[in-house]
């Protein structure tokens, strides 16, 4: 069974830094994407960062300049580097993947199981 696993989640005061991990497991034949949502109380949850499996990123508007992601191939693996850290960033971040399963051949969507992030002021 193809899942992801998140970590690094935590408590941090404003201006901190923390890293978020993502790990894919299972029999996965390729990944086209992998990236990061946040979804705060009575939000939406919304983009954070992206990265492509040809290592092109997108980012949110309000993470620029203080959230690099970055990928592993080799783990499977997404990065979230996040500085400068703002009450606002606190949520709960959400790991999410396109790839394709080698044991059905099928493309799936992903979502981990999420990471709580908390920002004091």
């Known amino acids: 069974q193809v899942q992801l696993v998140e970590s690094g989640g935590g408590l941090v005061q404003a201006g901190g830094s923390l890293r978020l991990s993502c790990a894919a497991s299972?029999?996965?034949?390729?990944?086209?994407?992998m990236g990061w949502y946040r979804q705060a109380p009575g939000k939406e949850r919304e983009l954070v960062a992206r990265i492509t499996s040809g290592e092109s990123t997108m980012y949110a508007d309000s993470v620029k300049g203080r959230f690099s992601i970055s990928g592993d191939n080799a783990k499977n693996t997404v990065y979230l580097q996040m500085n400068s850290l703002k009450p606002e960033d606190t949520a709960v971040y959400y790991c999410?993947?396109?790839?394709?399963?080698?044991?059905?051949?099928?493309?799936?969507?992903?979502w981990g199981q999420g990471t709580l992030v908390t920002v004091s002021s």
């Open positions: 299972g029999s996965i034949f390729e990944i086209n994407d």
């Open positions: 999410n993947s396109n790839l394709r399963d080698r044991g059905t051949n099928r493309y799936l969507e992903l």
